[in-house]
């Protein structure tokens, strides 16, 4: 058994898919391609901005065909779809340059988006393939660029079996306990050994904590306003009533706000 440290974390999960034989080895399961880089950014953005959103992407990595996009999505959001699409064409459409004669990209590209938060759709594989099919549903392999949606912690038996086992692993590693036993690929157990807890530098951990705090803020803040949202239904409701003077302790009851708040409404 190792105790590692959570890829539920960005700064873990770019710690350990940053290192190019670890990111190849992901994506060859992934997409099932050939795929070779000898770096792999982190934060990369273009300049200038494609649109009028600067998009930031955890991981990139190209070779001569490929433009390969990973992303960790931490926190459930209903966004999350139309976020890294937005993406995802950002980087096709970088590359027109200036003066291109045609539309066709000279790289293919790939995003891989994980979601290491249970997803509402409870799907471990969802993709969005740009190639034109007919009413049968086949492709006629014109367009090769894809969006690939992981949920690790839906992986079942009928998952991929390319790709299973990553997804295992990482869903394996969110409790930060992991018996190394129980996988046989290689990449794998270097990402083990990549974030063992035992090994983590106090940058690493400086960075953790700070991503805990900031992740605790939204999510406190997002609790703020929904708990705000439903105290403005409520006033209004009672303003209702008051006007039509309904007796205060049956607007207690319905609203389920104070004597005080209501009086001062009047």
């Known amino acids: 058994m190792k105790q590692v440290a959570s890829l539920h974390y960005g700064v873990i999960f770019k710690k350990a898919f940053s290192q190019p034989d670890i990111f190849t080895a992901f994506v060859k399961a992934v997409l099932g391609i050939q795929f070779s880089c000898d770096k792999v950014e982190t934060e990369k953005s273009f300049r200038p901005a494609i649109g009028n959103v600067d998009s930031r992407f955890d991981l990139f990595a190209q070779d001569e065909k490929n433009r ?7 926190r459930k959001k209903d966004s999350h779809y139309d976020r890294f699409l937005h993406y995802h064409c ?27 938060s249970m997803d509402k759709y409870e799907k471990d594989v969802l993709t969005i393939d740009f ?3 007919d009413l049968t549903g086949k492709g006629i392999g014109e367009i090769p660029h894809k969006v690939i949606y992981l949920c690790p912690k839906c992986v079942n038996e009928n998952t991929p079996l ?15 306990t992991v018996d190394e036993s129980h996988y046989h690929n290689a990449m794998i157990q270097k990402v083990f050994e990549t974030i063992e807890e035992s090994g983590l530098t106090p940058r690493d951990r400086a960075n953790m904590i700070d991503e805990y705090e900031d992740r605790l803020f939204i999510e406190t803040e997002r609790k703020d306003a929904a708990l705000q949202a439903e105290l403005n239904s409520k006033k209004e409701v009672a303003k209702e009533m008051l006007l039509d003077n309904e007796p205060i302790d049956k607007i207690v009851r ?10 001062l409404l009047k």
């Open 68 to 74: 390969v996009i990973v992303d960790i999505q931490h």
């Open 90 to 116: 950002a980087a096709i459409l970088e590359q027109m340059p200036r003066g291109e004669q045609s539309y066709r990209p000279p790289l293919a590209v790939y995003t891989i988006v994980v979601l290491t």
């Open 254 to 263: 319905y609203t389920q706000l104070s004597i005080e708040q209501i009086e």
């Open 131 to 133: 190639d034109p099919k």
């Open 162 to 176: 390319a790709y299973r086992e990553w997804m295992t692993a990482i869903a394996d590693t969110l409790d930060t």
